[in-house]
């Protein structure tokens, strides 16, 4: 008796293979849009913690984008004193955030939008403002990775009545 598969069988199994080939390779994701989902992340996760720092420290808190050298920067003040960066917790260092670089490589901060600035500050109660004024409109950070027609921006968004932090497409983060 012999052993083998027919080509019926293998016929068969090249057509699943081919059927699960077409149906995941469109899902993988490159590694610019695995390192910008991770920085967007990383984004949102900042604001929420700025947010959660005002609040919970009583001090004004504000993050700070720099869209030139691809980088953002948490500080703090008492009243009207000087701003201050505060300490980052995962590292113990200055709250300060470098893109393009490392497991960021490749992205980029593109416009920043805070009612035309490029920070938003928390005050004491969470609600977020321009360093001086109330925001009026939506703020808004975009990173992108990729140059040219095959760029992938991906936005975060800061409600400004709230502070909810929001990723593109979703709702991300809330605090009453």
């Not at 390192?35 to 949102?44: D, G, P, S, T, Y």
């Not at 009207?80 to 955030?97: C, K, M, Q």
């Amino acid at each position: 008796m012999k052993r083998g598969f027919t080509l019926i069988e293998l016929m068969v199994i090249a057509v699943v293979v081919v059927i699960l080939a077409i149906v995941t390779i469109p899902r993988l994701m490159t590694i610019g849009e695995v390192r910008l989902h991770m920085a967007v992340r990383k984004v949102a996760q900042d604001l929420r913690y700025a947010h959660e720092y005002a609040v919970i420290n009583n001090l004004d808190t504000k993050v700070s984008f720099n869209n030139t050298a691809n980088t953002y920067t948490v500080f703090s003040r008492s009243g009207s004193g000087p701003w201050e960066v505060i300490e980052d917790p995962s590292t113990g260092e200055n709250f300060a955030v470098q893109l393009n670089t490392g497991e960021y490589k490749g992205v980029t901060i593109g416009t920043i939008d805070f009612d035309g600035q490029s920070e938003v500050a928390f005050d004491t109660m969470g609600i977020p403002h321009e360093p001086d004024d109330p925001m009026e409109w939506i703020g808004t950070v975009n990173l992108k990775a990729g140059l040219g027609a095959g760029a992938r921006t991906s936005s975060v968004f800061v409600d400004p009545d709230t502070g909810r932090v929001y990723l593109q497409g979703y709702y991300y983060y809330s605090f009453p």
